[in-house]
């Protein structure tokens, strides 16, 4: 039962009410659920993160609940470039080889995973002490960032340097990485950057030229903070040794060829088709096309033109000696002189129209 009270100023009711309340809460039945709220209670941690998403059981890793994603709302959607994953998968297979012959040791080359994000991001996220490499590319005229990490520099270095099988290389922080040390990874990013030139030859020609060995995050920013970036990740381990490399292409510099890495990848050849190819130069040699001999042109007023009949004559202007001109439509290709071969009417080409004066001859006519 509700009571309401009417008349807040009456005292003696409100008192009457009051005790009467007190009672009832005193001999509440303890399994009873309807409380009233206490305006002034103040929310626990717990709560406080079961209201903003950050309740994940217990999970430290809360990037996809809560104010994180309101955090994250702001970033670009980028769009997926099939085919460049096909030309990272390509590049993992000839460094397995190329890197086998490089350190004459047991190689195994893995692709973790392959993202998109922001360029700056990625700098901020990359453990140091760390080398990077700045490399162009030439027919693109943009640069990309090759990462090696601390694990794989001494790795390389123990290999090269002709370390022990089986044993981790010993790392020694705290000191700039030496000459002989930075010669030694130079040598690696080369190898890795032919291979990287190779691994996009069936899709376009590409070469990436080593440009400079950087140490400091802030000197290898090739691209704005802000702009995004295709991060490719791969791990290589020789026996007990390895560390990771990274791979980043900003989108800008891949721009020329965003057309041809959209594609989807169809059966076991993806670019060019060779057979394709050969088999349409082939049949352009054997299409037939007419060939117009103009002997004359002149203007003619239209009543002249519908006078004439069978019978008519017109007089050409045209020389006995005079060159004519062989037509493709509206094409000049040659000019030759008029003459006879065998009661027939016939034309010698003395000269081939649009070619640069010792150019080769057109197969199957003679030059005067």
Known sequence: MNAVIEDPNDEDLASAWASSIGDVDDAADPFDTVAQP?????????EIDSLLGFDNGGSEDVDTNGMQRI????????????????????????????LRNFTNDNVEVSIDNVVSLRFGDYL??????????VFKAEEWENYG?????????????????????????????????????????????????ADLSSSFDPLCAITFRFERLEVNPRFAAISRLSNAA?????????????GRMDLVLPYATLEPVRELLLQQFMGEKFGRDAIWE??????????????????????????????????SQFILRHGREAPV???????????????????????????VVGRLPGGPDTPGLRRG
């Open 230 to 242: 295709v991060l490719a990740r791969m791990h290589v381990d020789m026996e007990d040794r390895g």
């Open 124 to 133: 901020d996220s990359v453990p140091l002490p760390a080398m990077f490499a």
């Open 145 to 193: 960032l090759m990462v090696i990490d601390s694990a794989m520099i001494y790795s390389i270095v123990d290999v090269l340097l002709g370390g022990r099988r089986g044993t981790a290389a010993m790392r020694i922080e705290g000191r700039p990485y030496t000459t002989i040390e930075r010669s030694l990874v130079e040598r690696l990013i080369r190898v890795v950057l």
């Open 38 to 46: 206490d305006a002034t209670r103040i929310l626990n941690q717990a």
């Open 325 to 351: 001109k062989l037509r493709c439509g509206n094409v000049v290709l040659f000019e030759g002189r008029v003459g006879r071969r065998k009661n027939r009417v016939a034309v010698r080409i003395e000269q």
């Open 278 to 311: 050969t088999h349409l130069a082939e049949e352009l040699w054997n299409t037939e096309v007419d060939l117009d001999v103009v002997l004359d042109e002149q203007p003619m007023r239209l009543s002249d033109i519908i006078a004439l009949k069978p019978g």
């Open 71 to 98: 955090i994250s709302s702001g970033l670009v959607s980028y769009e997926r470039l099939p085919m460049l994953e096909i030309v990272f998968d390509r590049l993992v297979r000839i460094m397995s080889t190329s």
